[in-house]
């Protein structure tokens, strides 16, 4: 059942004394499945077969990762690395993720390499379940800064 917001889950517990009803909040992260990572052909097919109208752009602040630090971090929680490239300076990752129900989501996320600095990290997430995206750039920014 979709839930407002959509990482909230409903629980009932039943015991010998009563039925306990609560409701807590998740993190979508732990939804992201270990066979997320899409062939390269079928990413690109994907991403453009996806509307440009279900793309969402965020910015993640604040984040002293290299492309190869975030890649690795990301991984570790089933966010995979399909390509890398540099345009114009800026290092450029594009991964696919999988959650539980099968809802594929596509990410491309900026990084100016050689900065050591504190700099912001820009996501571009494409999904047939706009709705998600919200919840898969916070995962990014949960997984990344921590």
Known sequence: ??????????VAVK???????????????????EDGKMERQM???TWKDIPNENEAQFQ???CPLSADAA?????????????KRNVEGQDMLYQS????NGI???AELRIQPGSLNFTDLELSLKC?????AQHIFQAYETILKN
């Open 1 to 10: 059942m979709k839930m407002d917001p959509l990482n909230n889950l409903q």
């Open 15 to 33: 015991n010998n004394i009563d039925v306990f009803y609560f409701s807590t909040l998740y993190p979508v992260y732990i939804l992201f499945v």
């Open 43 to 45: 990413f690109l097919a």
């Open 60 to 62: 993640i602040k604040d």
């Open 71 to 83: 890649s690795s971090k990301l991984q570790s929680n089933n966010i995979f690395t399909i390509a």
């Open 97 to 100: 993720l999988k959650l539980t």
């Open 104 to 106: 594929w989501v596509l």
């Open 128 to 132: 047939r379940a706009p709705e998600v």
